[in-house]
């Protein structure tokens, strides 16, 4: 058969399209549980579904299992987040369940050695323990802090144990650091958490605006699927807005070199230029969105006990039109030190009617001291513009943790929070929660417990004296860490850790409890884009590892709250999923069935009557919006509906180089290492790839200083110091006056130099901005 | 000869409809249906022809979305 070359580019053009139709728009009655067949010719070699263990992408994972351990893993070609591509870090997943010194029973701390002991020994203590702690010294004295990386089950069965048991509200989680200045961005403006778009977004936008977002390497799967776009449709155009360069600058079309802290006056000035040259939506944003200013000067959480409460107050469309006036494009460009002209060109991609943008981010906008604003205001740009619940037009929150969504999120395991957007201080909310629980209402404490900044304060000063860390590595990740660290050994703190390796928070721990990880336990993850998906066990953990939701179980039925926790031993995982799925049903953030997710290749919430929301608030596809409307924010309900424009204004971080500290330091991750490294540095092509922490320097402020590439030098602020190495011309380069270190090593405790300011509406930390001063090895 | 393949999603119930649409508009042709999806290949005389056609399509009722999924430019004039 013979094709004219014009027949040829048609029909060209009709496969390519017909590729490009979202695949995860799909009616999941019908159920997917069809396997890809395995490239491997070995019999012995069995392969089920998983999500990556990894970031919050959440990249499906098909894992190999032979002879009782994970020998292989593939990507599954059937899941649409990734269909069928790994990054190096998901393809590195076996080597994180077998480190040599993999924790395999439980140990308890007796005369400042950690010994051996037995689960009946070991949970007995703890709950002992914590018992007598509450007794003596009220609910608030205790405390559980978990993580983005906890399944479902392990944060809800926290939660339940500590909100309908004890009575406490002291639950926090470590996507408070990484997460929670998204959730009061969307929160604040649309009234619930969690994106309205999704990633089919990336087959659909025209630009990609990355605001501080080194996608490259955080989200590389994602980013890949971005470069197709590009590859395939010559005007896609991707804008690099950033503190430092990064790999991800290198396929940038435009990179904006911006000076921290200067978003906030960059989105007010995009939002004026929308506005004065007219282009704003004027039908959208009359039937869509209300104006609000909040309060200003709002501190940055440096002291102990510090207290905010927003008090919005109403603003007409010309009042916000006047406000944002200051922020001409010759003031964003003495702020943020990027050219009026090259601002004027980013403000034209939001302007352009015709150009679908999505636009991008995640800590650099979330860990900021005015986070909760940051958020806000590039949510103003897609309001202004109508450019949002649309395909190809949204704003996208990305997540760190494969479950910061899923489970801190969505479950609630937060100081303020019930599961499914429900807040401890509503009675209402504590009254349906009560009823799903079969306790009292006045079980549940009204009263908001400490966030995770103040929770480690108080353990210092002592009005926390007994806590449990699971599933996360605070005693390298926390803020101005030296403190904290202090605070965790004082005496009379009772410290349990439950993790898979020895780490510096093992250290400071009184128990050391083993615990099963990824597909070593049956388990749900919800990723960014809403997408919730299940794994079953696959193989045995090492020694006596037991999951953190076992664990919990059987601490909290010592203390006698045998009665909330009913469940059978080899159904827990499945009896708690069902029960936590009553709290979302006619919420609109419904999750499907146990066996919907059994057979999905996960499944984007609200699922309603077996289907999937892949873009809510629009009539199209969320079954939530009113009758007779084309877009509803549905659940703002104190605005009829309406978005949120919040009037924020530009502020100046807390600490700022001087004299005497002249470098910003900005901290952040490697595509190799995740987070604190205690698994991928035990994965040896990983480890070598990145062996140690590093500090990038730019080469003009080097040379100004005598340094060289590779010398050893110490990056002090005032609160701690640390040695690094060197390095000036690695994959990432920051500004003159910059210096970026990553976190990943538990040797370099860079956190010991960071600052513990926070956004008061958030309380996340700022890991993005203060100031050191980088000192020479003095010869010997 | 500008050749696009767009992805035009129709509103609930309206793909018949929008479908007409489209296949009345000069250069264009509806190669598939996905549901409210419809697959259409484009061609025009010029870019700025290709562009207008875009545009043609994203302004008619019942079109709740249309993006292009592939573009060539190439001279395809000759067989």
């Known amino acids: 058969m013979r094709f004219t070359r014009r027949e040829f580019i048609r029909h060209l053009a009709a496969a390519a399209t017909y590729a490009s139709l979202p695949v995860g728009l799909m009616d999941c009655s019908k159920g997917s549980s069809a396997f890809p067949e395995a490239v491997s010719l070995d019999p012995k070699l069995k392969w089920d579904k998983a999500p990556c263990r990894f970031c919050g992408t959440g990249c499906g994972v098909m894992v190999g299992v032979k002879d009782g351990k994970v020998v292989a893993v593939a990507g599954d070609q059937l899941n649409p987040v990734n269909k069928g591509l790994l990054c190096i870090k998901g393809y590195s997943l076996p080597g994180i369940l077998y480190g040599e010194d993999r924790l395999t029973r439980p140990l308890i701390r007796s005369n400042g050695a950690l010994k051996e002991a037995t689960w009946d020994e070991a949970l007995n203590l703890v709950a002992a323990r914590f018992k007598e702690t509450v007794e003596k010294h009220g609910p608030e004295a205790v405390a559980m802090y978990g993580s983005g990386q906890w399944a479902i089950s392990d944060g809800y069965a926290a939660l339940?144990?500590?909100?309908?048991?004890i009575g406490s509200n002291n639950v926090e989680a470590n996507a408070r650091l990484c997460m929670a200045s998204a959730v009061t961005g969307f929160i604040t403006t649309f009234g619930a958490d969690e994106p309205m778009g999704c990633y089919d977004d990336f087959e659909k936008a025209d630009a990609f605006v990355l605001w501080g977002n080194n996608m490259a390497e955080m989200h590389p799967v994602l980013f890949s699927r971005i470069l197709e776009r590009k590859r395939t449709a010559s005007w896609v155009r991707i804008i690099d807005l950033a503190t430092r360069r990064t790999p991800t600058t290198e396929w940038a079309d435009m990179h904006l070199s911006m000076a921290p802290q200067s978003d906030l006056a960059l989105a007010n000035a995009i939002a004026r230029f929308i506005i004065n040259t007219r282009r704003y939506d004027r039908d959208f944003v009359s039937r869509h969105v209300v104006f609000r200013r909040g309060k200003e000067n709002i501190g940055y959480g440096l002291e102990d006990k510090f207290s905010f409460r927003d008090q919005p107050r109403p603003m007409s469309f010309d009042e916000y039109a006047q406000y944002v006036q200051r922020y001409t494009l010759e003031y964003a460009e003495k702020v943020s030190g990027i050219p009026a002209g090259r601002i004027k060109q980013l403000a034209e991609i939001y302007a352009d009617k015709f150009t679908k943008v999505v636009s991008l981010w995640c800590m650099g906008m979330n860990q900021h001291n005015r986070g909760t604003w940051i958020n806000n205001l590039v949510y103003n740009l897609h309001l202004l513009t109508g450019k949002i619940c649309k395909p190809g037009n949204n704003p996208l929150?990305?997540?760190?943790?494969?479950?910061?969504?899923?489970?801190?999120r969505e479950v609630g395991t937060l100081a303020h929070r019930l599961p499914a957007d429900m807040v401890v201080t509503n009675p209402e909310h504590r009254k349906k929660a009560a009823e799903i629980w079969g306790v009292?209402?006045?079980r549940i404490n009204p009263k908001p417990g400490y966030n995770t900044v103040e929770m480690f304060r108080a353990l210092d000063r002592g009005d926390i004296k007994a806590i449990w860390i699971q599933t996360t590595n605070p005693m390298v990740s926390m803020p101005n860490l030296n403190r904290y660290r202090t605070g965790a050994e004082k005496q009379d703190r009772f410290v349990v850790v439950s993790e898979v390796y020895p780490t510096p928070?093992?250290?400071?721990?009184?128990?050391?409890?083993?615990s099963a990880m990824w597909v070593e336990r049956e388990g749900f993850f919800g990723n960014t884009e809403r997408r919730t998906q299940h794994w079953f066990k696959m193989v045995e953990p090492p020694g006596e590892a037991r999951p953190d939701v076992w664990q919990t179980i059987q601490v909290a039925r010592r203390m006698g709250y045998a009665d909330l926790f009913p469940y059978g031993d080899e159904t827990y995982e499945r009896e708690l999923f069902e029960e936590y799925r009553r709290f979302t049903l006619g919420t609109g953030h419904d999750l499907g069935t146990y066996e919907q997710y059994v057979a999905a290749r996960g499944l984007r919430w609200p699922v309603v009557n077996g289907r999937e929301t892949p873009y809510r608030y629009t009539a199209r596809f969320d079954p939530y919006v009113s009758e007779g409307k084309d877009i509803e924010f549905y659940a703002k309900k104190d605005t009829g509906g309406r978005a949120v424009i919040w009037a924020r204004p530009y502020e100046p971080p807390p600490e700022v180089p001087d004299d005497e500290y002249p470098f910003w330091l900005t901290t952040g991750r490697v595509l190799e290492h995740w987070h604190t490294g205690s698994m991928t540095r035990r994965i040896p092509h990983l480890h070598r790839a990145v062996p140690e922490a590093y500090v990038e320097i730019h080469p003009d402020d080097a040379a100004e200083l005598g340094i060289q590439d590779g010398e050893t030098v110490r990056v002090r602020s005032r609160r701690g110091s640390v040695e690094l190495k060197v390095v000036l011309n690695g994959k990432g380069k920051p500004r003159r006056g910059s210096v970026f270190v990553p976190f990943f090593d538990e040797n370099k405790l860079i956190n010991e130099v960071t600052l513990d300011s926070y956004c008061?509406?958030?309380?996340?930390?700022d890991y993005k901005k203060c100031a050191v001063k980088i000192e020479k090895r003095m010869a010997s | 000869m500008p050749i696009s393949g767009i992805a035009v999603m129709a509103a609930e119930g309206q793909a018949e409809s929008v479908k007409q649409a489209i296949e009345?508009?000069?250069?264009?042709?509806?190669?598939?249906?996905?549901g409210d999806y419809l697959v259409v290949v484009l061609e025009a005389p010029s870019p700025a022809a290709c562009k207008a056609g875009f545009e043609r399509i994203l302004a008619l009722p019942g079109v709740a979305s249309a993006e292009v999924a592939y573009y060539d430019e190439q001279d395809v004039r000759q067989g």
């Open chain 1, 397 to 408: 929150s990305l997540t760190g943790q494969p479950s910061a969504c899923g489970t801190v």
């Open chain 1, 505 to 514: 928070t093992t250290e400071v721990a009184d128990v050391v409890l083993p």
């Open chain 1, 440 to 442: 009292p209402v006045e």
């Open chain 2, 24 to 34: 009345a508009q000069p250069g264009m042709d509806v190669v598939s249906q996905v």
């Open chain 1, 160 to 165: 339940k144990w500590f909100k309908a048991g």
């Open chain 1, 760 to 765: 008061p509406i958030s309380k996340e930390p």
